[in-house]
């Protein structure tokens, strides 16, 4: 079984809508994090979170929201999704000063 | 400020060695890190620079000088499978986050 999870994978929805994207790590580790990847851009990180008591902002959180419901579950929320929110994003995890380890990525479109 | 730069694409034959180049200005420093990532997959950990000095892995080595904001990846015996994209990440100084480059594509013909 895979460390860290992301569902879905691949998800198209419309202008407006509210959408969310889960991610859950078997790794014991305490620090999770969401970013973003553009073609061009590289990865860009959305919000990052220490513990369960602890969210932080990353580089680009503005439209976006996220959730750390458990140790081992972190979940991203698009509150209103629009067309430039459409990217490739990854859920990471990682273990104090360790590296990160990263999801398989969800796919996004906004139309 | 914070900026991370390597070349954009590189391009080179099986069985040859290649440097990819990271430069790097940010306000602090606490390691840095390359990573790889084929097309459509997560990216994974190759290797870690903290000191200054080489880091071999079998046929990766990562070299940093902190002093010059400087790093490079040397594959050696470059095999087909490396074509993909090389990415260069410090971490911060409190060690919270990681600032990426754009990533480097490397593409190895036969």
């Known amino acids: 079984d895979a460390d860290v999870t992301q569902t879905p994978r691949n998800r198209i929805t419309k202008t407006g809508k509210r959408i969310m994207l889960e991610c859950s790590q078997t790794k014991g580790h305490d620090r999770m994090y969401w970013y973003r990847q553009d073609p061009g851009l590289g990865l860009r990180l959305i919000y990052y979170?220490?513990?369960?008591?602890?969210?932080n902002k990353g580089e680009i959180s503005d439209g976006y929201s996220v959730s750390r419901q458990a140790q081992a579950k972190f979940s991203l929320s698009l509150e209103s999704a629009i067309p430039n929110q459409t990217a490739l994003y990854f859920c990471?995890?990682?273990?104090?000063?360790?590296?990160?380890?990263f999801g398989p990525g969800t796919r996004l479109l906004v139309l | 400020g914070q900026n991370i730069d390597q070349p954009t694409e590189m391009t080179a034959t099986e069985g040859a060695i290649v440097q990819i180049n990271c430069t790097y200005q940010t306000s602090g420093f606490n390691g840095l890190f390359w990573y790889q990532q084929h097309a459509g997959e997560a990216p994974t950990f190759l290797s870690y620079n903290v000191l200054d000095g080489l880091e071999e892995k079998g046929r990766f080595s990562s070299f940093l000088s902190r002093s010059k904001g400087y790093s490079y990846l040397l594959l050696k015996e470059l095999q087909m499978k490396d074509s993909a994209s090389y990415l260069c990440?410090?971490?911060?100084?409190?060690?919270?986050?990681?600032?990426f480059g754009k990533g480097t594509t490397l593409s190895v013909s036969s």
């Open positions: 990471a995890t990682g273990a104090d000063s360790e590296t990160q380890y």
């Open positions: 990440a410090v971490r911060n100084q409190a060690g919270t986050a990681l600032i």
């Open positions: 979170s220490f513990d369960v008591k602890d969210i």
